[in-house]
């Protein structure tokens, strides 16, 4: 698919320019970028259709690839065709990033792992923009990238392993693998996210950095340390409810569908204490499990509530539901962050 195609694209474009072949690339490979930009450009519009990580995905693969190709000293596509790409890309892309991503950073998919999918993709984009000398997005999108990393800083619910709460659809995507930490720990992509995005470092130097070393190897310790004090309670988009306890997070995922949701698990609570995942979500790992794919978008697989053996909303194919839940009334007392 389109998406598949674009990550293959930022896949070539890293090992190019960590081996320094990104300005003078071999006919051949820019052949392949070519043909993977015609694959993206001519079905770019079902994935901004999804509202989901398809749209962001494909829309920087071609808006970074076409720049990319026009790096080249001798390119195989003509400027004029490469620049149409480019500016589609990345007008598509700032159009996904203000509808995608709300003002305190929840991504449309609601989904820890996917959101991680959507920050490692604006790792790749904003790197190339530096080193391509890319006009900087607008001070609206900007703010809009920052509170998406915060987001994901503020889920990481173990310091010592990066682990996050289980939640939302998770299909074992990892977008960037410079580094050889475990698949659950979040720390390389917010460590890396950060330093491209701000120059600094979110945690203290550890085996986390070594995507931030791949990119910037001769300078990324000089990036000054900035850790982030989270608050004792914060509701994020009227969508994720979080608490802070010395040695106790807990987090619930509050229904409130601005678009379709993946599973029944309206007000699933997840509960870590002394960085342990206590009580959880079951994760699925797999679009096609076989006779268990039902069983883990259903409301067992989640630590919530279910009457009897009703499910929270009816089926209506694969990946849709119908009457989607929606809270009407929340608030969060300022005195005290209490609930």
């Known amino acids: 698919c389109g998406q598949e195609t674009s990550i ?10 960590i081996l320094k072949q990104d300005t003078k690339a071999s006919k051949s490979l820019q052949e ?43 390119s195989l596509i003509t400027a004029k065709q490469l620049r149409q790409w480019k500016n589609k890309g990345r007008k598509v892309l700032e159009n996904r990033i203000l509808k995608l991503i709300d003002h305190q950073g929840t991504f449309a998919q ?35 990238l920052q509170k998406l990393g915060e987001w994901q800083y503020k889920m990481i619910a173990s310091t010592t392993t990066g682990d996050v709460p289980n939640i939302g659809s998770n299909d074992g995507a990892m977008f960037e693998t410079l580094h050889n930490c475990d698949y659950r720990d979040f720390r390389p992509s917010t460590q890396l996210f950060f330093g491209v ?23 990324y310790t000089e990036f000054s340390l900035k850790t982030k004090e989270q608050p004792q309670a914060e509701v994020l988009d009227n969508q994720f409810l979080i608490i802070n306890a010395t040695e106790t997070k807990i987090v619930l995922k509050i229904p409130s569908n601005q678009f379709r949701p993946s599973a029944c698990d309206a ?73």
Request: charged share 20%; hydrophobic share 35%; glycine share 6%.
């Open 197 to 219: 995005f701000k120059n600094k470092r979110l945690f203290d130097s550890g085996e986390f950095d070594e995507a931030l070393f791949w990119r910037y190897p001769n300078r």
């Open 8 to 17: 293959r694209v930022m896949k070539l474009i890293t090992t190019a320019q």
């Open 267 to 339: 007000f699933h609570l997840d509960v870590w204490h002394k960085g342990e995942n206590v009580l959880c979500d079951s994760g699925s790992y797999s679009y096609n499990a076989g006779e268990k794919t039902a069983w883990f978008k259903s409301v067992q697989a989640h630590n919530t509530v279910q009457f009897g053996d009703s499910e929270q909303m009816p089926k209506i194919s694969r990946f849709l539901y119908g009457n989607w839940l929606d809270v009407k009334n929340m608030s969060l007392s300022n005195a005290g962050n209490k609930i």
């Open 110 to 144: 609601r989904s820890v792992n996917y959101h991680r999918v959507v920050v490692d993709t604006m790792s790749w984009v904003l790197y190339a923009m530096e080193c391509y000398n890319e006009p900087d997005f607008s001070k609206k999108i900007k703010i809009r």
């Open 32 to 74: 392949m970028i070519a043909e993977h930009l015609e694959r993206i450009i001519g079905n770019i519009n079902y994935a901004i259709a999804q509202n989901n990580n398809h749209g962001t995905s494909e829309a920087s693969g071609l808006y970074i690839g076409s720049v990319w190709l026009l790096q080249q000293k001798q």
